[in-house]
């Protein structure tokens, strides 16, 4: 296995396994499942994948795999790419299940909506995570982002970041001191009100489609 942490490879695994889940929900169930749930599958996959290998590490073992990142831009604009595809999707499904009568299927079809958008979010505040880590260690000479320690910083501060800025579009105490770092930051908050505004939108149509039924 690479050592990079968003290698080619554990990408192609999630895929693997979400086309798998995505196929048997699809057979099993419903077809209008399967790509919500193989998406889920998939996405969940790689979070554990992520989070298991980086939250652990202490701040040498952040610094040496943020530097081994370093080639894993391509890889982290296909995520992100991949995220907003399954949001248009979610749309989709959901467009079409609104024109349809309620039942147990369609309730399911956007529960999955409304998994597969937190999968989604969760996702991108990960790539931004490990691009942040990136961007202090190898692109900006660690004078991008002001941690307010005498330490250097690890994934669990760099997952902090990320998570606060998709939680609440802006930074709390770690302050951004450079315009690279600050270029990030724009797209990744612009990105996370997105999927919060859609997350939003699934959960009052799941509330009005339980109502009615």
Known sequence: MSGRILSARRALVCVAVGTVVGLVAGLVADARLGPLAGWCAAGTLALVWVWRLCWP????????????????????????????????????????????????????LIILGVLATMVAWALVNTVYALKYARLYFVDQSEDGLDFQQA????????????????????????????????RSALPHALLSYFFGTVLIAVAINLVTNLAQG
Do not use: H
């Open 57 to 108: 590490m202490d701040r040498d073992g952040t610094e040496r795999v943020a530097r081994e990142e370093s080639s894993s831009r391509v890889t982290d604009d296909a995520v992100v790419v991949a995220c907003l595809a399954s949001v248009v999707a979610v749309v989709v499904a959901l467009t079409q299940s609104s024109s349809q009568d309620p039942d147990a299927a369609s309730v399911a």
């Open 151 to 182: 330490t250097s910083p690890r994934y669990s501060d760099f997952a902090f970041l990320a998570f606060t800025v998709g939680m609440s579009f802006a930074v709390a105490d770690i302050e951004p001191t450079s315009s690279d770092m600050r």
